[in-house]
């Protein structure tokens, strides 16, 4: 198992940024894909963005195209996401997430290991 903790979030205005981060321990970092995933109240829980293994290749969601990055870094067993031009939309509960895997998936069920999520507002 990965535990995972996430930090960075907090209220910012329509148009500016905000970088997460996302703190794993356990087993190791290198060895399994990362994701972040966002739910907003009475909505379903979203793919944000997810990284494989190496860093090498990233995906993400089609309403964070352009804005947002995902990144890691292995040898300080930390993820990222750099979001970027913050839209209103955008407020939610986001979470990072593991997969005992080194490719992505973009289901969250998918995912065995949670961090339990960073409040992230943006005002209008």
């Known amino acids: 198992q990965v535990q995972l903790v996430e930090s960075g979030g907090g209220l910012v205005q329509a148009g500016g940024s905000l970088r997460l981060s996302c703190a794993a321990s356990g087993r190791t970092f290198s060895n399994v894909a990362m994701g972040w995933f966002r739910q907003a109240p009475g909505e379903e829980r979203d793919f944000v963005a997810a990284?494989?293994?190496?860093?090498?290749?990233?995906y993400y969601g089609d309403s964070v195209k352009g804005r947002f990055t995902i990144s890691r870094d292995n040898a300080k067993n930390t993820a990222y996401l750099q979001m970027n031009s913050l839209k209103p939309e955008d407020t939610a509960v986001y979470r990072c997430?593991?997969?005992?895997?080194?490719?992505?998936?973009?289901?969250?069920?998918?995912?065995?290991?949670w961090g339990q999520g960073t409040q992230v507002t943006v005002s209008s």
């Open positions: 997430a593991a997969r005992r895997d080194r490719s992505v998936s973009f289901s969250p069920s998918e995912y065995a290991d």
């Open positions: 990284i494989t293994w190496s860093g090498g290749i990233a």
